[in-house]
């Protein structure tokens, strides 16, 4: 496998070479929701085939062709470009190459609520990973305390000692800071819950769509109740946001904390090899 082809992170290992170069901007980084776009446009097609717009050989390629193109994607094989301009366009573009029924595919929905519900597709996804991460780190947190409930040592106010404390109760501190943060993240997901699709470009269809049909396919909980406001809200992306800042600012209190006891003036704990290293001028 070509490691040039290699794109960064996400489901696969690959990515193209020169991204900034190669691509627009946009493409550089909206690559990362084919996955969620992809699905998006299959359960649209699917929406289309029950409410007699395509048939159903139409749907059954369209549906083919896309899951051809994630696999290509997933394996360095899929040719992005510039002259397509994001994601979204690359795609279709390669639909359309592939079968003439794709050229269907954008009955009933604009680029508009297209990105807006693919957006919320991968902010879900990327909370959920999040959460996860989370509760398995407040649960080592929640071990490491119990393990020494009877060991004090000082509290500090400005670096002065201030308080004698179990360590416990300090390592507990960071758990609730965590909580705090995921109940941000579940804010966050229950804010981007929503299905877009089909608004349209601002005023939906006027075309017999079957939005709940399409909400249970993509796993959203309900549909946008108003066209205009959906293709335009980006709260949710606010939401996430701050739930990573707020995440950042506890882990980086966490990280300070344990490089604060770690050295020789404190020396409360000895960090082993794997998560430290040594200067390339003072002696070791």
């Known amino acids: 496998m ?3 082809k290699a794109l960064w992170g996400g489901r696969f290992h690959e990515k193209p070479s020169s991204l900034f170069t190669r ?3 946009s493409i550089s980084f909206d690559w990362r929701l ?3 776009d992809i699905q998006g446009s299959i359960a649209h097609a699917r929406m289309l085939e029950k409410i007699g717009i395509i048939d159903s050989k139409e749907s059954e390629e369209i549906q083919s062709a896309l899951s051809e193109i994630s696999h290509q994607i997933e ?3 899929f040719q ?3 002259e397509h301009e994001d994601v979204h366009m690359n795609i279709e573009y390669a639909l359309t190459q592939k079968t003439k029924a794709g050229l269907k595919l954008h009955t009933a929905r604009s680029r508009n609520d297209q990105i ?3 957006m919320r597709m991968w902010v879900k996804e990327e909370v959920q990973k999040i959460f996860n991460l989370l509760c398995r780190l407040q649960a080592i947190l929640v071990q490491w305390a119990e393990k020494y409930t009877d060991l004090v040592i000082p509290g500090y106010t400005h670096l ?3 308080q004698p404390v179990s360590i416990a109760h300090q390592i507990l501190a960071y758990v609730e800071m965590l909580e705090r943060d995921k109940e941000k993240f579940l804010a966050c997901y229950k804010s981007a819950d929503v299905l877009i699709l089909g608004s349209g470009a601002l005023a939906g269809s ?3 769509l079957d939005r709940e049909y399409v909400a249970k396919l993509l796993g959203f909980s309900k549909v946008s109740e108003n066209s205009m406001d959906g293709v335009s809200d980006r709260d949710f992306v606010l939401d996430f946001l701050y739930g990573g800042a707020s995440l950042g600012i506890h882990l980086s209190r966490f990280a300070e904390d344990m490089i604060l006891w770690s050295s020789s003036e404190f020396g409360f704990l000895e960090l082993p090899d794997s998560f430290s290293s040594g200067s390339s001028l003072m002696p070791k």
């Open 2 to 4: 070509n490691a040039d």
């Open 160 to 162: 002065q000692r201030a």
């Open 116 to 118: 807006a519900t693919t």
């Open 34 to 36: 084919y996955y969620q």
């Open 75 to 77: 394996q360095g094989q």
């Open 206 to 208: 006027s075309l017999p």
């Open 80 to 82: 992005w470009s510039m």
């Open 23 to 25: 691509f627009s901007q």
